[in-house]
C-alpha cells in the first residue's frame, strides 16, 4: 500500500514539473510565422515526407531478391531517413515559431512516381527529380523569407543545415 502511494505522489510530482513544458511547448520566437511561410512551410515539409516515402520505396525495390542492388538499397535508405529527418526538422521549426504544422496527404500514385521500378536507371532518374523538386521548394522559400524580412527562418536553417544551397 505505500508502495503504491509513493508511486502516486511521484507520478503527481511528474507530472507537475514536466506537464507545463510539454502542453507549452518551446517557443523560439512568439511572433508567428507570415502566412505566405508557414505554407510554403508545410508544403516542405510534405516534400520532405514525399521524398522519404519515395526513397524508401526504392529501397524496397532495390533489396528485392531478384534485384540485388543492396548498396544502392542500403543508400536508398539512409536517404530516405535523412529526409524524414528533414521534415521533422521543419515541423520542430513551425512550432517553435509559434506557429501551426499542417500535414497533407502524400499522394504518389498520381504524382508520376513509378510504384514499380524497371531498372537501377529509373530508380536514379527519379531520385534526381525529387531531390530537384525539394531543392527548388526550398530556395523559393529563401527567398519568400527574404522577401518577408524573416532572417530567423534563414538563420535556422543554416544552423540546422537543412538548407545546404541557398543563394
Known amino acids: ?3 503504491m502511494m509513493w ?12 506537464a507545463p513544458i ?7 520566437d512568439p511572433i508567428a510565422l507570415d502566412n505566405q511561410v508557414e505554407e510554403g512551410l508545410n508544403d516542405q515539409i510534405l516534400n520532405e515526407y514525399e521524398a522519404f516515402y519515395i526513397y524508401d520505396h526504392m ?10 542492388l543492396s548498396g544502392f538499397a542500403k543508400f536508398f535508405r539512409e536517404s530516405a531517413n535523412e529526409e524524414l529527418e ?6 520542430e521549426f513551425v512550432n517553435k515559431r509559434n506557429s501551426k ?3 497533407k496527404n502524400i499522394l504518389l500514385a498520381s504524382s508520376g512516381v513509378p510504384m514499380d521500378f ?3 536507371h529509373e530508380v536514379i532518374d527519379t531520385a534526381i527529380g525529387k ?3 525539394v531543392t527548388a521548394h526550398i530556395n523559393a522559400l529563401h527567398k519568400l523569407a527574404s522577401k518577408m524580412n524573416d532572417a530567423t527562418v534563414i538563420h535556422t536553417w543554416r544552423k540546422l543545415q537543412i538548407v545546404k544551397h541557398c543563394k
Do not use: C, D, T
Open 59 to 68: 529501397a524496397s525495390y532495390l533489396s528485392r531478391p531478384e534485384v540485388g
Open 1 to 3: 500500500m505505500k508502495i
Open 86 to 91: 528533414h521534415a521533422r526538422k521543419f515541423s
Open 101 to 103: 504544422v499542417v500535414l
Open 22 to 28: 510539454q502542453i507549452h511547448g518551446e517557443v523560439e
Open 118 to 120: 524497371k531498372n537501377i
Open 131 to 133: 531531390e530537384l523538386e
Open 7 to 18: 508511486m502516486i505522489i511521484f507520478a503527481s510530482w511528474i507530472l507537475a514539473v514536466y
